[in-house]
């Protein structure tokens, strides 16, 4: 086609409306390839259009990861989108920019010996927990061998646990007795530890921020419950902490809580970049305490893409740009940002918390003190109220608001709980537009009720 020609036309498509294309006039292809190639401002207005159906993520108060998203954030991820991690050859300075974060971890949690550490980025918390589990399987496993004993039956004991523990033990082949909450426990109670370890235990996983209820479990009082269970079984049980939330809160609100590599017994650490790291979706951490706590089988070398690069990831490739959004979000916030932001997210909770608790309807499970920025509740007496929460989480949806219900882990399943996030971007005038749709909807449910003792049953979600 000649020049001028082709010119013409890219002309004549600048003034034709988006939705006078022909593509407007039949569905979107949801199964197979389309024959053709269309005009990329048509299918990427017509894709963006499909979005809309989806919820509003800043309103999304069940989750834990990055909504709030600065526009550096989005120069830097742009800037980088054609980077990829494992090149550490090609992109040399995007390496040094994760070890950089790594290093500015070991610092914030309190890695004895800060040049005889190792860590690395990841997708989320859940590869990084798998790497951690991984570790303390392996470490474990070299110990037995060496003393001659059975390597065939490992376990690892937890709390309610996220349910990547879950499928690191499926995954992996590895029990996990995951002690089952008794009376008001929401987490792992350090004297049930001596009932569920024993010679097999490659370790026990405490997790910093539970994902049912937002609390802490009690890291330093169950490594004392581990140091007693030495002293008398002679078996030496090292700590994973979970902390995909609460590594990057406590060290900035809660500094006096010891629950990280300043205990000798924890021996990694994993955390999500992309929750209270305040990095867009896609980057977690999982730190050792000491190059010895990683064995050296689970690390590669890869010489293809130049070079000698050491990776323990379970995947491969991967987008630089989230990490180089996390050394962003460090330099840019520094601790001081770090520490305003989450005091004011933990106000925030607290107070609504402290609204909740007014709510005759309501009890309140965890006030937003302590732990996460985030409060659980649960209804009083569901047969009373003539409602479930899951309605309750429907009528919010009204407003946009998406807030989940669902059932506290084993042994306390009966009881349903709502959890609102309170996270960077959800401030207090948010919350009290929230509050404001929340007692609206209580009473609607109140005055319509749809929950009589007869159909009970037929509500489940
Ligand atoms: C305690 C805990 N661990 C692990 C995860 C999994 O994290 P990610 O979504 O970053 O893989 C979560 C997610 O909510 C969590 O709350």
């Known amino acids: 086609m000649p020049l001028h020609r082709h010119k013409k036309n890219v002309d004549e498509d600048e003034f034709k409306d988006i939705y006078s294309n022909s593509i407007c006039h039949t569905q979107l292809p949801k199964d197979e390839l389309p024959e053709k190639s269309s005009e990329p401002q048509v299918i990427k207005q017509l894709v963006q259009d499909e979005l809309f159906m989806d919820g509003n993520a800043r309103q999304n108060l069940a989750t834990f990861c990055t909504t709030y998203i600065e526009d550096e954030v989005r120069d830097l991820m742009d800037l980088s989108i054609d980077k990829n991690m494992i090149d550490k050859d090609e ?17 914030l949690w309190h890695v004895p010996d800060k040049k005889n550490t190792i860590g690395c980025s990841t997708t989320g918390s859940s590869e990084a927990a798998m790497l951690g589990g991984l570790a303390l399987k392996w470490r474990w496993r070299k110990r037995r061998e060496a003393e001659g004993k059975a390597i065939d039956k490992p376990n690892f004991v937890c709390g309610p646990v996220q349910i990547c523990w879950h499928k690191f033990a499926r995954y992996f082949d590895v029990e996990i007795r995951e002690v089952p ?10 004297d049930h530890l001596k009932d569920y370890c024993d010679e097999n235990t490659i370790g026990v996983v405490a997790t910093l921020g539970s994902t049912f209820t937002g609390v802490y479990e009690p890291v330093e009082e169950l490594a004392q419950a581990l140091d007693v269970f030495q002293n008398v079984t ?14 990057f809160i406590a060290p900035f609100i809660q500094r006096k809580l010891k629950w990280d590599f300043c205990i000798p017994r924890v021996k990694s650490i994993n955390a999500s ?21 990683l064995s050296k089988e689970l690390i590669f070398n890869v010489d293809y893409l130049g070079g000698q690069m050491p990776t323990f990831a379970l995947n491969f490739s991967r987008p630089a740009g989230q990490i180089i959004a996390q050394y962003y979000k460090f330099l840019r916030l520094g601790r001081e940002g770090y520490t ?59 407003h946009g608001w998406q807030v989940a219900s669902y059932p506290l882990p084993n042994n306390r399943q009966n009881i349903i709980v709502q959890r609102i996030l309170i996270r ?35 509500f489940h979600h």
């Open 91 to 107: 992109y040399p300075q995007t390496a040094e920019i994760e070890q950089r974060c790594v290093n500015i971890l070991a610092d």
């Open 181 to 190: 909450l008794t009376s008001n426990e929401l987490g792992l109670n350090p």
């Open 234 to 247: 002679g078996l030496d049980i090292p700590i994973h902490v979970d902390g995909a939330s609460g590594a």
């Open 273 to 293: 970049g992309h929750k209270f790291g305040m990095a867009p979706l896609g980057v977690g951490w999982v730190l050792w305490r000491t190059v010895a706590d």
């Open 340 to 398: 305003a932001i989450q005091n004011n997210c933990a106000c925030t909770a607290q107070y609504l918390g402290s609204q909740l608790r007014k709510m005759d309807l309501l009890d309140l499970l965890y006030d937003g003190d302590g732990g996460i920025p985030a409060v659980c509740y649960t209804l009083k007496d569901e047969s009373t109220a003539g409602f479930s929460l899951y309605e309750l989480s429907d009528r919010l949806k009204i």
């Open 424 to 458: 960077h971007g959800v401030s207090r005038d948010m919350v009290s537009l929230l509050l404001r749709d929340l007692r609206k909807e209580l009473d609607y449910l109140k005055n319509n009720p749809t929950y009589t003792s007869s159909n009970k049953v037929s």
